[in-house]
């Protein structure tokens, strides 16, 4: 995967891939399918559709390792469970308390029963401030990072929807109940595909910072989103 992410925007590369056989789907589809992109960019999922790829036997693979994902029953509950809690909740938190202290580990008080763990997660974050793009995105913390975290966990929410779909773990119905849900946690939280992207990155970043040396990468991913003319999210728009 990381491979293919430093290698995103090589000359030959081809990017927001269609399935030629897709029926067209309703705005509201759409929005939810293009809510799942940057890590569907990042895999070769289709934009216009909820199935997501005909390379089933490498994607199904990936989806048990980084998921543990290998049946219904795995799927049923990676998603009933990442959909209502996910991550956003704990690094929403955490979002405050960086800010509280600045995101300075000096600040932290070493008599906190959770200050190792803060440590983790400040040097993270720091790590992805630290590369052009965080510096880009987050010129101002303490104004930046009031979009907060839900992005990431709605974003990966479809993408694993699409891929549990795809595979056969759920059914067609199941797959839209799942990326409805989260796609209403979206409009609630954010007004428009910048904001959307600032709150994924500001998520991968108290997630895994710059980690393998890729903050950058998904950065550019999720730029090329925001900008492209031939980006799903530049040729439908917000869906209010």
Request: aromatic share 16%; charged share 30%.
């Amino acid at each position: 995967m990381f491979n293919r992410l430093r290698n995103l925007f090589s000359g030959s590369r081809k990017y927001f891939y269609e399935d030629p056989e897709a029926e067209p789907l309703t705005p509201e589809q759409q929005f939810g399918i293009s809510l799942g992109q940057v890590i569907g960019e990042q895999n070769d999922y289709f934009i216009n559709s909820l199935w997501a790829t005909n390379d089933i036997k490498a994607h199904k693979k990936s989806l048990t390792e980084w998921w543990g994902i290998s049946d219904k029953v795995s799927a049923h509950d990676i998603l009933a469970s990442r959909s209502r809690e996910g991550h956003r909740q704990r690094f929403n938190e955490l979002v405050d308390v960086f800010l509280k202290y600045d995101g300075d580990t000096d600040k932290l008080d070493k008599n906190d029963p959770d200050y190792e763990v803060l440590v983790e997660y400040f040097d993270k974050v720091n790590s992805a401030l630290d590369t052009e793009e965080g510096q880009e995105w987050f010129p101002n913390i303490y104004t930046d990072f009031q979009v907060k975290c839900n992005a990431w966990d709605v974003g990966r929410m479809v993408f694993v929807a699409r891929s549990c779909y795809t595979f056969g773990y759920i059914t067609e119905d199941e797959a839209w109940k799942y990326i409805n849900y989260v796609t209403d946690i979206a409009k609630q939280s954010f007004n428009g595909w910048r904001n959307y992207a600032k709150s994924y990155l500001l998520g991968r970043a108290f997630w895994g910072g710059n980690n393998y040396d890729d903050y950058g990468s998904f950065a550019d991913v999720v730029k090329m989103l925001v900008e492209d003319e031939d980006s799903p999210w530049v040729i439908h728009g917000w869906l209010k």
